[in-house]
């Protein structure tokens, strides 16, 4: 049981708007940074999104990042087949002191 | 460009100690910016951060792991290891090692990893 909760399963077709969720809690969203991983099959995971909404350079403006309260989404529009990855949350808790993950979800672009 | 290799042996017998290391090229690990972490993903299921070190030998660790891990940093070699003590199968898993970039920006914590290593599978098996 992960501590952040997120969808098991997304999909969406390519050119279409698709949304992952990421829930916690008051000691790890709501009071720290949100970031967003993306591991391609068979890949070590990379990073997407820091800082709650910011991309690392590389990253395409397709993927956006936002947080409100103690839930955080990651948006990626345009979808591609190559977006067809697992995506992690992450946060600092500050309860546990330790970083936390969420359980991932995988995207399917049909 | 900063790179992360794993390296280990891929078999371990349960109740044994798990070691593996990480050497860090294209930049030092001394660098006074940047811890240097361990994460593992179990097959078929999600990321677990273990721990991390600075370049100074401070550590911090994943409470529910604690017990069982020891983080060690080599400067002169540009590597930091992982001993993992009394493993299990629950132990199998995929071992990352990554940088760990960490900031406070008013009062609100940030951790994330990047880049990471390709990653080493360690199965628990007699």
């Known amino acids: 049981q992960s501590v952040l909760t997120q969808p098991p399963s997304a999909s969406g077709t390519p050119g279409q708007r698709v949304t992952i969720s990421c829930s916690g809690s008051?000691?790890?969203?709501?009071?720290?940074?949100v970031y967003w991983y993306q591991q391609l099959p068979g890949t070590a995971p990379k990073l997407l999104i820091y800082r709650n909404n910011q991309r690392p350079s590389g990253v395409p403006d397709r993927f956006s990042g936002s947080k409100s309260g103690t839930s955080a989404s990651l948006a990626i529009s345009g979808l591609r087949s190559e977006d067809e990855a697992d995506y992690y949350c992450a946060a600092w808790d500050d309860s546990l002191s330790a970083v936390v993950f969420g359980g991932g979800t995988k995207l399917t672009v049909l | 460009q900063l790179q992360l290799q794993e390296s280990g042996p891929g078999l371990v017998k349960p109740s044994e100690t798990l070691s593996l290391t990480c050497t860090v090229s294209?930049?030092?690990?001394?660098?006074?910016?940047?811890?240097w972490g361990w994460i593992r993903q179990p097959p078929g299921k999600g990321l677990e951060w273990i721990g991390s070190i600075y370049y100074s030998g401070s550590t911090y660790y994943n409470p529910s792991l604690k017990s069982r891990v020891t983080i060690s940093v080599d400067t002169s070699k540009n590597q930091f290891s992982l001993k993992l003590s009394s493993v299990t199968a629950a132990d199998t898993a995929v071992y990352y090692c990554?940088?760990?970039?960490?900031?406070?920006?008013?009062?609100?914590?940030?951790?994330?990893?990047?880049?990471w290593g390709q990653g080493t599978l360690v199965t628990v098996s007699s």
């Open positions: 294209g930049g030092s690990i001394s660098s006074s910016s940047y811890y």
């Open positions: 008051s000691s790890n969203i709501g009071s720290n940074y």
């Open positions: 990554a940088r760990h970039i960490w900031v406070v920006v008013a009062a609100t914590r940030g951790d994330w990893f990047d880049p």
